[in-house]
């Protein structure tokens, strides 16, 4: 389904939007507007969030890119040439054609099959596939493959950063307006303190249990002290510990 630019805001965002946050050496955040996840005709509110990684050269990936604004462009080119821009799962992409429109030079990258399941064209310059990652002894990848969503994740080795999209949600309900909305991510199993994988998605990993596995284990075999999460609260401390607990349903 179609992730949906909305104008009024039904959560407490994560103000300041659409301005960089400093998280480690070469990695920030921006926090961006709302979107809306759509179920047919039931829409929900989802928070967005983009994660900046700059490499030893000085060129900058863009992760899950939030919204194009002429002052958040200005702000990133200040910290560098925009390389790559990655669409790391099938749901965090709409607003990649808007920044490639704007920085022609950087490279698109994405998981397989996201051309046929984007709402808007979207042109891949690379796939990204198992472990091998662009950025070869900078940053680690590994995709993790299910049957509802296949994610890219990457760490960032130097400052131990590992960034996530959806194989961790951590809903606040305190910034949740709608009383339905905090039973659904009850429901679902992702409120913080104890966000995790929404429900339905562990459920479509039952065939791929084994591989999910392994890949959580190489998650946790490299020590992050952070992740970053694009929905939620995010985890400035203890990552390991918290990469434990928030898939302990699968370990």
Known sequence: MPLIPKARS???LYEPINVLKPVAPDVWIVDGPQIEFGFGSMKLPFTTRMTVLRLRNGDLILHSPVALTP????AI?????????????SLHYW????WKAAVARADVLAVRGLQKRAKRPIE??????????PWPGEIEML??????LTEAVLFHRA??????TDLIENFEPKRVHNWLFRLLIRLAGVADPDGKAPIDMRLSFCRRRKALQLAIHQMLAWHPERVIVSHGRWYEKDGTAELRRAFRWVL
């Open 95 to 98: 607003w990649v054609p808007d």
């Open 159 to 164: 400052s131990r950063t590992l960034v996530l």
């Open 10 to 12: 039904s959560l407490d």
């Open 71 to 74: 002052a958040l462009r200005s």
């Open 143 to 148: 995709v993790v493959r299910g049957d509802v």
């Open 124 to 133: 891949v310059d690379r796939l990204l596939v198992g472990r091998d990652s």
């Open 77 to 89: 080119e200040m910290l560098g040439p925009v390389r790559f821009l990655v669409a790391p799962n």
